[in-house]
């Protein structure tokens, strides 16, 4: 067992308390006050520091809920069949397609042209157990 894992071992053999999800939960409830504590309190150099953090960590957020966003979404294409034919090529953009399938050809393609520029390794040859473990002789036998 690692040194560090005693914490983890004590759990698993006392269990932790009744309350134990609870007091979690305040926890990360009270960490927004202390949050904006430290931005209104911060002054200069370390007040810069930590609003650039948040800033990014705000960039983070959106990004995450854009992304989440998108792939719900589903394009619309006309339900009804028309009269006149279509080609076989236009036939999978008339119905509704997700953005995840969308964004994954995307990378497939982007996999794909990746593909053809990367260079193959060279094939290793197997050497026998004799070859690896004989006995080299070189130069003359020792005088003693």
Known sequence: MPQNEYIERWTKEHGRRLDHEERTRKKSAREAHRVSKD???LVGLRAKLYQKKRHNEKI?????????????VKSAGPQ???SNPIPQYLLDRSQP?????LSSAIKNKRN???????VPLPKVKGISEEEMFK????????CY
């Open 97 to 101: 397609t997700n953005a995840k399938a």
């Open 135 to 142: 006995v080299v002789k070189t130069g003359s036998v020792p």
């Open 80 to 82: 009804e069949p028309s």
């Open 112 to 118: 794909e042209k990746a593909a053809k520029f990367s």
């Open 60 to 72: 983070q957020m959106k990004k995450q809920i854009r992304q989440k966003q998108e792939s719900n």
């Open 39 to 41: 931005s209104q309190k």
